[in-house]
């Protein structure tokens, strides 16, 4: 089994506001757990330290793109699950409560970890029978047979993360999220973030040798080719010409509908104004609306025309 944390892009604003790519590995079976963090509120406090116009709803989830079992070739996903198969980190031993009840003895969690592997042995022959059928069934629908014993590679983005620190690196997480949380909280901590200015950019996967060689637009189109990349695989594992990394950008963002989840990964500072009402200094955003779920800046995907559908 693979638990990774990987920081790709680690930024900070003039204000302050500290935002965090990640690339995870980790096992799909946790995937749900990992999907349901969000941060929504409208009280005095969250105003004050969120720096957010009194009355608004600030809603702050995590940015994902994520490996597909649509998108994975049936035998590479076979060939994955074979060699690197997603494993409990512990057997812990059943009861009442979403808890378990200790952990199991040596003997125990062996036979557990022998049936489980069989189990996945079972389900590797049930896939290659229906590679067998004359008419075979699409990758889509097959490749969820594999998915207690899979792996998922996700690019996440977010500015706040308290909220999921504090749940999952609880003692009460499910063992294999816990893992992954403080696999994340080691890497951001071990991080020293990038002073960004205003007009500069976050951007996921894109080296500081090709900040230098290139526009900021054509960094911002490469990153989110890069980005998007993660449905279906590594980009890593076969390098992209530029053409073809602004070719995918302009399929994703030129599309009807928009793909747009990979453009919520770049960002640059908000600028803001400090203004007395009547008490003390408040701060306050000049483009709270293109934030989206960041705080403190501008979220590409923001500033593209149609990148939502909405009811007429």
């Not at 996967?205 to 189109?221: G, P, T």
């Not at 779920?293 to 979220?299: D, S, V, Y």
Request: with cysteine.
């Amino acid at each position: 089994m693979t638990i990774t944390a990987k920081i790709l892009a680690d930024s900070v604003s003039p204000a302050k506001v500290r935002l965090t790519t990640f690339e995870l590995r980790y096992p799909r079976f946790i995937h749900a757990e990992e999907l349901t963090h969000r941060i929504i509120g409208t009280s005095p406090e969250m105003v004050e330290t969120l720096m957010i116009p009194d009355g608004v709803m600030y809603d702050s989830d995590l940015s994902r793109n994520a490996s597909s079992s649509r998108a994975t070739p049936i035998t590479t996903a076979c060939k994955i699950v074979r060699q690197d198969p997603a494993m409990p980190v512990r057997w812990g031993l059943n009861g009442a409560g979403m808890q378990d009840h200790g952990e199991m003895s040596e003997e125990g969690a062996a036979e557990c970890e022998k049936l489980w592997l069989a189990a996945r042995d079972s389900m590797l022959g049930f896939v290659g029978r229906y590679m067998k059928l004359r008419e075979q069934p699409h990758k889509q629908t097959v490749n969820r047979l594999l998915e207690p014993w899979a792996h998922i590679t996700v690019v996440v983005t977010a500015t706040e993360w308290a909220n999921f620190f504090g749940l999952r690196r609880h003692p009460d997480a499910q063992p294999e999220i816990k893992f992954l949380a403080d696999a994340m909280w080691d890497a951001r901590e071990a991080s020293i973030p990038m002073t960004l200015k205003f007009g500069e950019w976050h951007l996921p996967y894109i080296e500081l040798h090709e900040r230098e060689a290139m526009s900021i637009e054509d960094c911002r189109r490469v990153s989110v080719a890069r980005c998007a990349r993660t449905s279906y695989r590594n980009h890593r594992q076969k390098i992209a010409t530029f053409e073809e990394d602004v070719a995918l950008h302009d399929r994703l963002v030129g599309s009807l509908p928009m793909h747009a989840s990979p453009a919520e990964h770049q960002a640059t500072p908000d600028e803001f104004s400090l203004n007395y009402d009547g008490e003390k200094l408040v701060r306050e955003y000049k483009n709270p609306t293109l934030h989206g779920n960041l705080r403190g800046f501008i979220q590409y995907r923001k500033t593209l025309t149609g990148e939502n559908i909405t009811e007429n």
